[in-house]
T-cell receptor, first 113, second 110 residues
């Protein structure tokens, strides 16, 4: 299996622009997680889905952030409009329904100027 | 929410040395995992261990749930062990909602 796939791997944008991060979970995994990693706040869970349905989005920082999972093999995290404080590494992870281990993608490094 | 505290924050070793990393948590948990983030940023799951002891090669982990701590042991460390080690926990009905500690930065010198 190719593992969790994220794109783009790096994104540089200007403040106010829309940013879309993409994730393809491991085939057959029922759960998908979006995390953000910064030096100040460490690793934080933003939102997670079970069978394409958002279960907990309490970690989404504000209304500028939105996440969707239109099908079992694809999810997006969108920031609109982006701000410099959104600069971070965004990770996507997935795990099977009956399992415990989360498998992380390589991350998207976002820089908002 | 659950608080997670890891110690030490930094650890520097010579190759071949052993080390113990600690994770304290503030409430009962039903999910505890150890992760390694390598110098390229990739996060790899090492153990799922809400209680008991597990071993995988040179690494082993023990969680004493009643006393709310977990230990990760690294024996005969190698330079490839360098990186950041994270403990992540979840409790109650929030089984899938992991809270990560701040991590222990491990540097192994040849």
């Amino acid at each position: 299996d190719a593992g969790v796939i994220q794109s783009p791997r790096h994104e540089v944008t200007e403040m106010g622009q829309e940013v879309t991060l993409r994730c393809k979970p491991i085939s057959g995994h029922d759960y998908l997680f979006w995390y953000r990693q910064t030096m100040m706040r460490g690793l934080e869970l933003l939102i997670y889905f079970n069978n394409n349905v958002p279960i907990d989005d309490s970690g989404m920082p504000e209304d500028r952030f939105s996440a969707k999972m239109p099908n079992a093999s694809f999810s997006t995290l969108k920031i609109q409009p982006s701000e410099p404080r959104d600069s971070a590494v965004y990770f996507c992870a997935s795990r099977p329904g009956g399992g415990e281990t989360q498998y992380f993608g390589p991350g998207t490094r976002l820089l908002v100027l | 929410g659950i608080q997670v505290e890891q110690s030490p924050p930094d650890l520097i070793l010579q190759e071949g040395a052993n080390s113990t990393l600690r994770c304290n948590f503030s409430d009962s948990v039903n999910n505890l995992q150890w992760f390694h983030q390598n110098p390229w940023g990739q996060l790899i799951n090492l153990f799922y261990i809400p209680s008991g002891t597990k071993q995988n090669g040179r690494l082993s982990a023990t969680t004493v749930a009643t006393e709310r701590y977990s230990l990760l042991y690294i024996s005969s460390s190698q330079t490839t062990d360098s990186g950041v080690y994270f403990c992540a926990v979840a409790g109650g009905t929030s089984y899938g909602k992991l809270t990560f500690g701040q991590g222990t930065i491990l540097t192994v010198h040849p």
